[in-house]
């Protein structure tokens, strides 16, 4: 896999092995007719009680009944109401059992954690699906730039695009044919920059990402790829 792969993976990953999860919580089945007050009652049944139903459909794309089905997915994988870290890194592990997924689902885990508490909740679930499966392609870079951006200053380092780009190689690109070299993610990471850096200052700014990203046909054909996923 060249280095044009990578640098669409690099972007597209934050979607496309987000499928994982949703598998996992079969999220794919099809959407339940049931009556909503069956789920306003599981809802009171849990140790971490979600948002009401109407308040996370104001603040999302998704339809009542949409909800209803994410929810009952969500609830059957984790009665808690609450998902761990170590719960998201043993999921990628099911799905990338010749790769190390440990690193990769940090990363991710920390991107919908959004008050840094250590869990996930539904809401928290739920928000970061829906501008991964239907916000708008703006809406869909600044998630992805928030995930790159590990320390949360505002930029992206080399650094940090260097422990991303590693921990997705370790997870699948060093199982892809042909192999790639070890140094395949440092030379990513230069040309990442390369492209990126607008004013050569060493870091990559949410407008530079944005910008950048939205002139390549190839990433903004990769944003496409999940929106009908439910």
């Known amino acids: 896999m060249g280095l044009e792969g990578m640098e669409i993976i690099a972007i597209a990953v934050v979607m496309g092995l987000f499928i994982v999860v949703l598998k996992q919580f079969g999220i794919w089945e099809p959407l339940s007719m049931e009556d909503s007050s069956d789920s306003d009652l599981e809802l009171s049944m849990v140790r971490h009680q979600p948002e009401g139903l109407e308040q996370l459909q104001a603040q999302t ?3 009542r009944k949409e909800l209803q089905s994410l929810y009952r997915g969500f609830k059957n994988e984790c009665p808690s109401g609450l998902v761990d870290e170590e719960t998201f890194k043993t999921i990628y592990s099911q799905f990338f ?6 690193t990769y689902a940090h990363f991710l885990f920390n991107a ?19 501008v991964l499966l239907r916000g708008s392609v703006t809406e869909k870079l600044r998630w992805a730039f928030n995930l790159y951006d ?3 200053d505002g930029y992206i380092t080399k650094e940090e695009m260097l422990a991303i780009m590693t921990s997705i190689y370790d ?14 993610p440092f030379e990513h990471v230069e040309k990442f ?11 990559v700014t949410i407008d530079e990402f944005i910008e950048t990203c939205q002139k390549d046909e190839n990433i903004m054909a990769s944003m496409q790829l999940f929106e009908n996923v439910i």
């Open 150 to 152: 590990i320390n949360k």
């Open 193 to 203: 920059f390369q492209k990126m850096d607008r004013n050569r200052d060493g870091v």
């Open 112 to 130: 919908f954690d959004m008050d840094r508490n250590g869990s996930i909740r539904f809401e928290d679930f739920v928000l970061g699906l829906s």
């Open 97 to 102: 059992p010749q790769g190390d997924a440990t």
């Open 171 to 184: 997870m699948m690109g060093r199982y892809t044919l042909p192999s790639v070299r070890d140094d395949s």
């Open 61 to 63: 794309q998704f339809t």
